[in-house]
């Protein structure tokens, strides 16, 4: 396949910069800012120093024995993006847009967040850096997610709740969006996933890369083979990238995405863009959208605040259009059922996003041989989840949308 | 001629500014948008802004995004939108339409079928925010095949981008008078004066301002410096404020009527 993007931001006909035109020299600016900097030696080593040395990377690459047992089919290994310092994959971006931001001469960072993982994580960046941080977060999230709130406050950010549209993820993207417009000259924000206008999906790819290619090398260091699948969830695609990118060009390892299809797809509450959405632009790339006949964004559901996301990431389109990879929809039950296998073979309490992945091993792993592996990216740790998992088993339905 | 390029020539000669009240289509519903329509001709806006209500109003602050999600309740349609400029024609109004919608919901009804549409429907321009030069080739190609005037945005923050963006604008050059998303506001960018000046030297076009102009004295001001003056979330809240009467059968036309008052006081 061909490197992408272009130098329009295209992954074939996806991507883009769909935003305001007030916000189109700041886009520029961060472009350029960014080329420099990813080439500049000592940027490179700040990054990696900070990847290192207060992360922990690299992260292992765990041979998960009892459950690939349980399952009795392909050996099972997970790449345990859930020991990153924060608990989860969304620090690897902001170490590295944290740095940039840095470097760039920008005193405030803002931020959305879903589940919290990313305002967290982006908060860290920001104490570590000595940087302002306020993160955008949907009114919905603050109360699924209450423990996260807490850690955002306790690391210094302020925690702005949206209440506009859904007053979930997507609303706390706009509003983060239309926030920078209005404080584009001392602001740098910090998008979490690979979705949004050019340069971020390029960006953030390239900043978690780093998790396929520690994966690649431990797995033919350690294997010495590669996998046969690399399965991982996505919402916007961040960690699902970031384990892909590095295989894509191994045409042999065949790349599964999960997403959440909430109660069903044959339900209206789901965040099954890839099976059930449309090409279509939305926060500023044009990918796969949840939307009606109108072209109105519909909401989405999923038990997982993370993954509770109607757009994709346009790599992620290019990849299902060109064939590459494949997406296929986990249920809320499926991922919680998931969570509690994994809890019990292998005392990892999985994040719920993640969940969905495993939920897919589940299905995928007893059809194949034992000599195939499958590589997982558990992309973040289940603490957040715990009180939502409580009341959800003790049968007592969290408020959801 | 386009009618946007009839009126502007026309102010010109008089010496004047259009004023160009946005209102939400569909809110509170399609008839009374017809209504408000004839209202603010008569009151004496010289072209109108038809806003296409979308889920995800991203360029938008608090005020247009309610109304677009009172309006998406209809529900309302593209389709719709510009259906209501044709019946407002038909009752006799004969300022100039614009429309300004997302790009999403015109890529879902597709562009040729949406070309066909808008022109058939009487549509003079058409602006859509999220989507900048580098992104609007096939839209402009489009456009001008069917003598629908693709009007852009600029801001503040364009700088070396101006020349571009006003050598491709079609009809009028709109300024976005400051940072930030529409909604009222006390306050320009500073360094109005010169942008919109800088706005004025590349290009022979009309140029019009918009986003946080909300009274008599922000519009007087703005006169000064531009052709145009567009006024939304301004009017927008006057709708939102007359939606109790408007509700109701027997204060329907007060409602009306009180929209009306605030657009007049706002003609210079």
Same mark, same amino acid.
């Given at each position: ?401 | ?48 802004? *038809?806003?296409? !209500? ?5 360029? #938008? =602050?608090? +005020?247009?995004?309610? @109304?677009? $999600? ?55 321009? *058409?602006?859509? !925010? ?5 992104? #609007? =080739?096939? +839209?402009?190609?489009? @456009?001008? $095949? ?123």
């Amino acid at each position: 396949m061909n490197k992408v993007p272009d130098g329009n931001g295209r992954f074939g006909k996806f991507g883009g910069r769909y935003v305001p035109e007030t916000l189109m020299n700041a886009l520029f600016e961060l472009e350029e800012a960014y080329k420099h900097y990813s080439n500049d030696p000592k940027f490179q080593e700040e990054v990696r120093y900070l990847l290192s040395k207060y992360s922990g990377r690299p992260t292992s690459l765990y041979y998960a024995e009892r459950l690939t047992q349980h399952l009795g089919g392909a050996k099972i290994l997970l790449k345990r993006e859930d020991l990153n310092h924060t608990g989860a994959h969304k620090i690897n971006n902001t170490i590295g847009q944290g740095v940039l931001a840095k470097r760039m001469g920008k005193k405030k960072i803002i931020a959305e967040t879903g589940a919290g993982q990313h305002g967290v994580a982006s908060a860290t960046i920001a104490a570590l850096l000595g940087m302002e941080c306020k993160v955008f977060m949907g009114e919905e999230d603050t109360k699924r997610q209450q423990l996260n709130v807490f850690r955002m406050q306790l690391l210094g950010a302020e925690v702005v709740p949206v209440l506009s549209g859904t007053r979930t993820l997507k609303d706390a993207c706009n509003e983060t969006l239309r926030y920078w417009v209005s404080h584009v000259d001392d602001t740098y924000y910090i998008l979490g996933s690979v979705t949004g206008p050019h340069p971020y999906p390029m960006m953030v790819r390239d900043f978690q890369r780093i998790i396929g290619d520690e994966a690649r090398e431990q797995i033919l260091r350690e294997e010495g083979r590669l996998p046969d699948y690399v399965v991982a969830a996505v919402g916007g695609g961040s960690n699902a990238i970031g384990i892909f990118y590095p295989f894509v060009g191994d045409e042999s390892v065949k790349l599964v995405g999960v997403e959440a299809a909430g109660r069903g797809i044959d339900t209206l509450e789901h965040a099954a863009t890839m099976t059930l959405g449309r090409h279509g632009v939305f926060q500023g790339s044009l990918s796969y959208v949840l939307q009606d006949d109108a072209g109105q964004v519909q909401p989405a559901h999923s038990i997982s605040a993370g993954l509770d996301y109607p757009g994709i990431g346009p790599e992620h389109a290019y990849l299902k259009d060109s064939g590459r990879a494949e997406y296929v929809p986990v249920t809320d039950a499926e991922a919680l059922e998931a969570l509690q296998l994994l809890s019990r073979t292998e005392g990892i309490i999985p994040a719920l996003e993640s969940a969905h992945a495993i939920a897919q091993v589940m299905k995928l792993a007893p059809t194949l041989p034992p000599d195939q592996t499958i590589v997982v990216s558990l992309s973040g740790r289940g603490d957040k989840d715990v009180e939502a998992i409580m009341s959800y088993l003790g049968g007592q339905k969290h408020e959801s949308h | 001629m386009n009618r946007i390029d009839e009126v502007f020539h026309k102010l010109k000669s008089e010496g004047r500014t259009a004023l160009i009240p946005f209102i939400t289509t569909g809110d509170p519903d399609l008839k009374t948008t017809v209504d408000i329509i004839i209202e603010l001709e008569r009151s004496g806006a010289d072209m109108v802004e *038809l806003g296409v !209500p979308y889920s995800d109003p991203l360029a #938008d =602050g608090p +005020v247009i995004q309610q @109304a677009s $999600e009172r309006a998406l309740r209809g529900p309302v349609t593209l389709e719709a939108c510009v259906e209501v400029a044709a019946q407002a024609a038909a009752a006799g109004v004969k300022m100039p339409f614009i429309l300004f919608s997302y790009f999403n919901p015109i890529l879902q009804y597709g562009l040729e079928r949406f070309f066909t549409l808008i022109h058939e429907k009487g549509i003079s321009g *058409l602006i859509i !925010p999220d989507l900048p030069i580098e992104e #609007d =080739g096939e +839209v402009r190609e489009m @456009a001008a $095949e069917a003598g629908i005037h693709l009007i852009p945005l600029v801001a503040p923050t364009s700088k070396a981008r101006v020349q571009r963006i006003a050598a491709l604008a079609q009809g009028f050059v709109y300024c976005v008078s400051s940072l930030g998303v529409t909604g009222m506001r006390s306050e320009f960018h500073s360094g109005i004066e010169e942008f919109l000046q800088s706005v004025r030297e590349a290009t022979p076009l009309p140029i019009a301002v918009g986003f946080g102009i909300s009274s008599r004295d922000q519009v007087e001001r703005m006169s000064k410096h531009a052709d145009g003056v567009i006024v939304g979330s301004a009017i927008v809240r006057q709708v939102e404020e007359a939606l109790p009467l408007l509700l109701k059968e027997d204060t329907y036309r007060d409602g009306i009527s009180q929209i009306g008052r605030f657009v007049a006081s706002l003609r210079i």
